[in-house]
């Protein structure tokens, strides 16, 4: 009976972050109700008090358990190209690919949901509120130390405000290509190439395009 139980509310937990996911992408943060989300788990209120308390701690769980390990397994790749290259600096591009490969291999997950999270990802990078961004600065603060460390070492002849810049360029052009193409349908009509794994090797073309770039010339002062 115990195990029937466990299983169950495994079973509930396991439905109520699934909708959620699902609505938060849809909808936004401000945009989800409560009583939507119970409508689309087959929940009622009490069973998300219980399993997780409120709408902001229903939306950290959301997060910490697909963001939690990506940025494990992209801190794992990096431990692994450090030890490969024996204390040299590694390749910038070694570095990017490691960072925003795993966030690609993630979307191209369509069956297992890893392609709504990063959606959802996409759409809570541009309209963040006050306790999103807070959260989410809290959940990248050790990958993105780890990563912009790295990315120091490799490029020492470039200003750090400008690996900064970059690397928020790249963030919010993953961010933008993930979300979806409603805005690129927008601009050039009909379009049916949506292909998770087509768009992880435009996009990875274009990320390593940016960090290459010349210098901007800052004009005169």
């Keep these: ?26 909808y936004g943060f401000d945009g989800t109700s409560m009583r939507l989300i119970t409508g689309q788990a087959g929940v009622n209120l009490a ?16 997060f910490r358990r697909r963001l939690t390990d990506l940025n494990r397994r992209r801190i794992a790749v990096l431990d692994a190209l450090e030890a490969e290259a024996g204390g040299a600096p590694l390749k910038p591009s070694r570095i990017v690919e490691a960072f925003f490969g795993e966030a690609l291999r993630m979307a191209a997950d369509v069956e297992g949901g890893g392609h709504t999270f990063m959606r959802l990802l996409g759409r809570t990078y541009t309209e963040p509120n006050d306790f999103v961004r807070q ?3 809290e959940e990248y603060a050790e990958c993105v130390d780890r990563f912009l460390a790295a990315l120091y070492r ?36 009909k379009f049916d190439d949506e292909d998770p794994a087509r768009l992880a090797s435009r996009l990875m ?16 002062a």
């Design 154 to 189: 490799a490029l020492p002849e470039v200003e750090r405000t400008e690996i900064l810049w970059r690397f928020h360029f790249m963030m919010g052009a993953m961010s933008y290509a993930i979300a979806g193409t409603d805005a690129l349908q927008l601009l050039a009509g």
């Design 205 to 220: 073309s274009f990320l390593l395009g940016g960090l290459r770039a010349p210098l901007a010339d800052p004009g005169p």
């Design 1 to 26: 009976m115990r195990e029937d139980t466990s299983k169950n509310s495994i079973d509930t937990r396991s439905r109520i972050l699934d909708a959620a996911e699902s609505l938060f992408m849809e």
């Design 47 to 62: 069973a998300i008090n219980y399993h997780f308390g409120s709408k902001e701690l229903l939306f950290q769980e959301v």
């Design 135 to 137: 959260f989410l600065a």
